[in-house]
C-alpha cells in the first residue's frame, strides 16, 4: 500500500489540479447546459429534457465498460495514468463543441455531441476518481485525499462564478446571455486542464493496489454481488442524487422567473455557496473521522434540502435573501462531494475481504453509474414534470407556472433524498471496521507470501 509519509502535499496538490476543471464541467452540466440549449438555442425543454436524460443514462452505462478496462490495465505507468493521457485531448475537443455550439443546430447536433462528450468524460473521470482511491488505502487518508480533490472541485467552482462576473462586463455590451458564460468557462476549462494534467502525471504517485488476473466486466461485476454495504450506499447515493437532480435541473429557473433576479445575479448566488463550502471544508472533514462519513453525508445531505426552504421566506429584497439561503446550502455542500466516493473506495477493501479483487475504477464506475442514471431521470423527470404543470422557460411566467417550479425546486427533492438518508444512517463499514478489514487482508497478504 501507499505509505501515507511519503505521499507529500506537494503531490496531493497535484492530483487534485485537474480537478478544478473537472468542477467547473459538472457545473455547467448541472446549472447551465439544459437551460442554455432550452432557452436560447431553441429546442423545447421536453426534448432537452429527454436528450440529457438519454446522453446521462448512455454515460452511466459505458462508466463500468471503462472502470472495468482500466482495472486490467498493466503498464509502467500504472493503471491510470494512461487512460487519462489518452482521454485529454478529446475530452478538451468535445467540451468546446458541447458548450459553444454552431449557430443554427438543433436536436441531431445536441444528442450527437452530448453522446460523444460524455463517452471523453467517462474515459477521463473515471480513472482520475479511482486513481485518488490508491494513492490512501487508510479510512482517514481516503477523506484527506478526497477532501483535497473536492476542495480543488470547489474552488473551480469559485473561479467559474467569479470569472463571468469580473470579466464579462468588459467584453459583452448589455447582459451577458448564457452563450457568453459558457464560452469564457469552457475556454478556463480547457486552459485548466492543459496545465494541470501534465502536472499531475509527472508529480502525483500512481498509487498501489494488489495484483491479481485480470477480471472481465462480468466476472468482476458477478464477484461484487455478495458486497452488501456497497449495494447498499450505492442505492442509497442514487436516492440522494436524484433528489438533487430535481433541485439542480430547475434551480436557475426558479431564481431567475421566480423571484426576479437576473442570471448574473445566480452567479454570486452560487459563488456564495461555494465560498462558504471552502469555509465548512476542513470542519466536514474533522467530523468524518470523529462520527463516521455516512453520517455525516446524512446530516450535510438533508441540511443542504433543509437550507433550500428558506426560499419560503425571502421578504422584500430577493437578492439578499437568496445569498442568505445558499450560504447556508453552501455550508452543507462539501459533504455531498467529499463522503460518497470515500465511502464507495472503502467496499473495495470488503469486497476483498469477501474474495473479491482489487478493482477500485470498477467500483467509483459503479458509484459514478448511479449518480449518473439518478442525474438522467432527474433532469428528464424534473423538465418534464414542470413543464407539464404549467412552466413555460420561453414564455411569460404565470403563477401556475411559480407553483410548478416550487414544487420541483424546493418541495420533492428533500422528500426524495430523505429515503436515501435513512438508508444509510447505520452503514456498517465504520473507521474501526475498516481498520480491522485492512489488518485481516494485510495477515491474509503476509501469510500468501510466506
Same mark, same amino acid.
Given at each position: 500500500?501507499?505509505?501515507?509519509?511519503?505521499?507529500?502535499?506537494?503531490?496531493?496538490?497535484a492530483?487534485?489540479?485537474?480537478?478544478?476543471?473537472l468542477?467547473?464541467?459538472?457545473?455547467?452540466?448541472?446549472?447551465y447546459l439544459?437551460?442554455?440549449?432550452?432557452?436560447?438555442? =431553441?429546442?423545447?425543454?421536453?426534448?432537452?429534457g429527454?436528450?440529457?436524460?438519454l446522453?446521462?443514462?448512455?454515460? !452511466?452505462?459505458?462508466?463500468p465498460?471503462?472502470?472495468?478496462?482500466?482495472? #486490467?490495465?498493466r503498464?509502467?505507468?500504472?493503471r491510470r495514468k494512461?487512460?487519462? !493521457?489518452f482521454?485529454?485531448?478529446?475530452?478538451?475537443?468535445?467540451?468546446w $463543441?458541447?458548450?459553444?455550439?454552431?449557430?443554427?443546430? =438543433?436536436?441531431?447536433?445536441?444528442?450527437?455531441?452530448?453522446?460523444?462528450?460524455?463517452v471523453?468524460?467517462?474515459?477521463v473521470i473515471?480513472?482520475?476518481?479511482?486513481?485518488?482511491?490508491?494513492?490512501?488505502r487508510?479510512y &482517514?487518508?481516503?477523506?484527506?485525499?478526497n477532501s483535497l480533490? &473536492?476542495?480543488?472541485?470547489?474552488?473551480?467552482?469559485?473561479?467559474?462564478?467569479l470569472?463571468p462576473?469580473i470579466?464579462?462586463p468588459?467584453?459583452? &455590451?448589455?447582459?451577458?446571455?448564457l #452563450?457568453?458564460i459558457?464560452?469564457?468557462?469552457?475556454?478556463?476549462?480547457?486552459?485548466?486542464?492543459a496545465?494541470?494534467?501534465p502536472?499531475?502525471?509527472k508529480i502525483?504517485?500512481?498509487g498501489?493496489?494488489?495484483?491479481?488476473?485480470p477480471?472481465?466486466?462480468f466476472?468482476?461485476?458477478?464477484?461484487? #454481488?455478495?458486497n452488501?454495504?456497497?449495494?447498499?450506499?450505492?442505492?442509497?447515493i442514487?436516492?440522494?442524487?436524484?433528489?438533487?437532480?430535481?433541485?439542480?435541473?430547475?434551480?436557475?429557473?426558479?431564481?431567475?422567473?421566480?423571484?426576479?433576479?437576473? &442570471?448574473?445575479?445566480?452567479?454570486?448566488l452560487?459563488?456564495t455557496q461555494?465560498?462558504?463550502?471552502?469555509?465548512?471544508?476542513?470542519?466536514?472533514?474533522k $467530523?468524518?473521522?470523529?462520527?463516521?462519513?455516512?453520517?455525516?453525508?446524512?446530516?450535510g445531505?438533508?441540511g443542504?434540502?433543509?437550507a433550500?426552504?428558506?426560499?419560503?421566506?425571502?421578504?422584500e429584497?430577493?437578492?439578499?435573501?437568496?445569498?442568505?439561503?445558499y450560504a447556508?446550502a453552501?455550508?452543507?455542500?462539501?459533504?455531498?462531494?467529499?463522503?460518497?466516493?470515500?465511502?464507495?473506495a472503502?467496499t473495495?477493501?470488503? =469486497?476483498?475481504?469477501?474474495?473479491?479483487?482489487?478493482?477500485?475504477a470498477?467500483?467509483?464506475? $459503479?458509484?459514478a453509474f448511479?449518480?449518473?442514471?439518478?442525474?438522467a431521470i432527474g433532469?428528464?423527470l !424534473?423538465?418534464?414534470?414542470?413543464?407539464?404543470?404549467?412552466?413555460n422557460?420561453?414564455a411569460?411566467i404565470?403563477?401556475?407556472?411559480?407553483?410548478?417550479l416550487?414544487?420541483?425546486t424546493?418541495?420533492?427533492p428533500?422528500?426524495?433524498?430523505?429515503?436515501?438518508?435513512l438508508?444509510?444512517w447505520?452503514?456498517?463499514?465504520?473507521?474501526?471496521?475498516?481498520?480491522?478489514?485492512?489488518?485481516?487482508? !494485510? #495477515?491474509r497478504?503476509?501469510?500468501?507470501?510466506?
Amino acid at each position: 500500500m501507499t505509505n501515507p509519509e511519503k505521499t507529500s502535499t506537494l503531490a496531493l496538490m497535484a492530483y487534485s489540479g485537474p480537478m478544478i476543471a473537472l468542477s467547473i464541467v459538472n457545473m455547467l452540466l448541472i446549472a447551465y447546459l439544459p437551460n442554455f440549449y432550452a432557452a436560447e438555442i =431553441g429546442v423545447t425543454i421536453a426534448v432537452v429534457g429527454g436528450i440529457f436524460m438519454l446522453a446521462r443514462a448512455f454515460d !452511466a452505462v459505458i462508466d463500468p465498460v471503462i472502470g472495468n478496462l482500466s482495472d #486490467r490495465t498493466r503498464s509502467r505507468w500504472g493503471r491510470r495514468k494512461p487512460w487519462i !493521457a489518452f482521454g485529454i485531448p478529446a475530452f478538451m475537443l468535445m467540451t468546446w $463543441l458541447f458548450f459553444q455550439p454552431p449557430e443554427g443546430v =438543433g436536436m441531431t447536433y445536441l444528442l450527437v455531441v452530448a453522446l460523444l462528450f460524455y463517452v471523453t468524460y467517462a474515459i477521463v473521470i473515471i480513472p482520475y476518481i479511482s486513481w485518488g482511491a490508491e494513492i490512501y488505502r487508510d479510512y &482517514e487518508g481516503r477523506t484527506k485525499v478526497n477532501s483535497l480533490r &473536492e476542495g480543488a472541485g470547489i474552488f473551480g467552482t469559485v473561479i467559474a462564478t467569479l470569472l463571468p462576473v469580473i470579466l464579462l462586463p468588459l467584453m459583452v &455590451e448589455g447582459q451577458p446571455g448564457l #452563450r457568453d458564460i459558457l464560452w469564457l468557462l469552457a475556454l478556463t476549462i480547457i486552459v485548466i486542464l492543459a496545465l494541470t494534467i501534465p502536472t499531475a502525471l509527472k508529480i502525483a504517485p500512481q498509487g498501489e493496489f494488489e495484483p491479481h488476473p485480470p477480471l472481465g466486466l462480468f466476472s468482476a461485476l458477478s464477484l461484487m #454481488r455478495s458486497n452488501k454495504p456497497l449495494m447498499r450506499m450505492l442505492v442509497a447515493i442514487f436516492i440522494i442524487w436524484l433528489g438533487g437532480a430535481f433541485h439542480n435541473s430547475t434551480i436557475l429557473f426558479y431564481v431567475t422567473k421566480g423571484l426576479g433576479l437576473a &442570471e448574473s445575479d445566480f452567479l454570486w448566488l452560487v459563488l456564495t455557496q461555494y465560498l462558504m463550502a471552502l469555509i465548512s471544508l476542513p470542519v466536514w472533514n474533522k $467530523l468524518a473521522n470523529i462520527i463516521g462519513r455516512h453520517r455525516v453525508l446524512v446530516i450535510g445531505a438533508m441540511g443542504y434540502f433543509l437550507a433550500h426552504q428558506g426560499f419560503y421566506f425571502v421578504g422584500e429584497d430577493p437578492f439578499l435573501g437568496a445569498i442568505l439561503v445558499y450560504a447556508a446550502a453552501g455550508f452543507m455542500t462539501p459533504v455531498i462531494w467529499v463522503m460518497p466516493p470515500a465511502i464507495v473506495a472503502d467496499t473495495v477493501e470488503y =469486497g476483498m475481504f469477501k474474495g473479491g479483487s482489487d478493482d477500485a475504477a470498477l467500483y467509483l464506475a $459503479l458509484y459514478a453509474f448511479v449518480q449518473k442514471m439518478a442525474l438522467a431521470i432527474g433532469v428528464g423527470l !424534473a423538465l418534464a414534470l414542470a413543464g407539464n404543470l404549467g412552466f413555460n422557460p420561453q414564455a411569460a411566467i404565470t403563477s401556475q407556472g411559480i407553483w410548478a417550479l416550487k414544487l420541483v425546486t424546493l418541495i420533492l427533492p428533500g422528500i426524495i433524498a430523505l429515503a436515501g438518508c435513512l438508508l444509510i444512517w447505520n452503514y456498517p463499514i465504520t473507521q474501526k471496521r475498516h481498520a480491522i478489514i485492512r489488518k485481516w487482508l !494485510a #495477515r491474509r497478504a503476509g501469510g500468501q507470501h510466506q
